[in-house]
Structure formats: C-alpha cells, structure tokens
C-alpha cells in the first residue's frame, strides 16, 4: 500500500520539530541490538516516534522508538532508532513508513542496518556485512496497491538498489578503518519463527548469504521514492556451522550489541561520504 497522505502528514510533524534540513540530509534506520551505533551521532534534537502521527512503534524491546537529528561528520542525519516488523502483525505500509517519511523529508541516501544470520559458510557471527542484494522472501511489497506516480513508477527497476558507487564507499572506509567487510545478498523473512534446517539448505540455494526479519520492504519503498541505498548487517550467528545449539533471540541481540561498535565506526568513516 502506498499511503501519501499519511507520509506527508508525519513528514511535516518530524520537519516542524527537528528541522528544517539541508539537501544533503542522510538518513539512518538503526536495527535489532544496535541503538549503540547512535553513540556516533552528535545528537541536537529527539523526537519519539509517539509523537509522529502514523509512525508505528516497535514491539520488540531490543529497539528503542525516537527520531534523533544531529552530525557525523559534518553531514546532517536524520535516524530512527527502531523499526517495525511484519511480524508483529504490521502491514507493508506500517514497516515502510519510517524509510518514506526520511525521503519526503529529503534524504536522497539511507542506510538500513539490521542483525543477520549468515547463510554464507564463509561468513561467522560478528562480522558486518555490506548488502549487494536483496531477496524479498516476504510475500509482500509496500508497493501493492494504485500507484502514486510522484514517488516513483508502477513497476519501478531494482536493479541497482544498493547502487556499486555506495558499497565501494563503504569497502574503502572499511579497509582504513582494519575492518573486515563481507559482501552478499540479503533474504528478507516475515518471521517470527526462526529458520528449519531444510529453509537454511533452500535459501543457501537461491542465493542468499543472510538473512533476516527487516529491511526489504523499507528498501523496497525508498528506492521506489528514487532513494539511493546503503545496507550493512551484523551477523550475529551461522546457520551454516553445525553445532551451534539452539538459536534465540536473547543471543542475536547479544551478538548484535558486540558489534555495533565495529559498524559505528564504519558509518562513522561512511556517511559524510555518501
């Protein structure tokens, strides 16, 4: 579903309080056990997402509920610090509300974060990965419904939604900075169940180097409103490696907090580049 009314509604809200902002504003989406990764913003103002009308709160308690403007680096941003799941009995309008708002607002770049699991027997728990692609797994798109033709087209191109000019950004800053960097392609899930052994074996054959509950539908969205993307994960566990015990959430978040250092860092180095 494609809601304008309500994205412009929220959009004046969020401008009224924290802005207005400059043309070269950047927006942020900080995903599960990540909200560390703010420590880098040189933060001017907070809004909490109760106060936008039309912009759900997240349920799970791993994501706070605020908008924050403030720097890094010189560069405006404008982050939300949470996000919403289908899983939670949202709908593709609800997830994708927060990555439409930054673009009415004028972020012509976002960066989705989230937490992983690697499907890629090369990748291992606390590594960061840079998207190259994704893998809408959800049976749902954001876009379903009459079109609203000054975001973008009814059958928009996704062929470069993470373009190549971004992700060589981010591989220059990560290789300053002594970081390692995967690469691959991103599966959105609807979740909450975490994945059969036999789903991990037939992603793995589609392609998939990880996946997770978030980001396709807000990429999905954005790049429609012509948004140019930026997406890095944090694996927090291999569902490649035997061995390993049972998964939960309690030790996805855990893995992700261990990590939002390394990716602040990275953003960090990124953002006044983009």
């Not at 799970?60 to 405006?76: D, N």
């Not at 989230?114 to 990748?123: D, H, K």
Request: proline share 7%.
């Amino acid at each position: 579903m494609q809601n304008p009314t309500e994205v412009k509604r929220a959009a004046a809200v969020v401008c009224s309080e924290l802005g207005p902002f400059p043309a070269d504003v950047a927006g942020l989406v900080v995903g599960t056990g990540l909200a560390a990764v703010a420590g880098m913003i040189r933060v001017s103002a907070s809004l909490p997402f109760a106060a936008v009308p039309g912009l759900p709160s997240p349920g799970v308690l791993s994501h706070e509920a605020r908008i924050v403007r403030g720097e890094v680096g010189g560069r405006t941003v404008l982050a939300c610090l949470g996000r919403v799941h289908l899983y939670e009995g949202r709908s593709p309008a609800q997830v994708a509300m927060q990555a439409r708002v930054l673009a009415e607002l004028g972020a012509g770049v976002v960066v989705l974060t989230n937490a992983a699991g690697a499907l890629n027997p090369a990748y291992r728990a606390g590594e960061l990965m840079l998207i190259a692609d994704q893998i809408n797994f959800t049976g749902q798109s954001p876009l379903s419904g009459p079109n609203h033709d000054p975001w973008g087209p009814r059958f928009p191109d996704c062929g470069a939604l993470y373009p190549e000019a971004l992700r060589r950004v981010a591989r220059e800053a990560a290789a300053n900075l002594g970081l390692a960097l995967a690469e691959g392609v991103y599966l959105g899930l609807t979740g909450p169940s975490l994945e059969t052994p036999a789903e991990v074996r037939a992603f793995q054959a589609l392609g998939a180097d990880a996946l997770g509950m978030s980001t396709v539908i807000e990429a999905l969205a954005a790049g429609h409103m012509g948004v140019k993307l930026l997406g890095v994960s944090c694996l927090t566990n291999s569902l490649a490696q035997a061995g390993e015990g049972p998964a939960t959430l309690e030790a996805v978040i855990a893995q992700a907090q261990k990590s939002a250092g390394a990716l602040a860092k990275l953003l960090e180095a990124v953002i006044p580049k983009l």
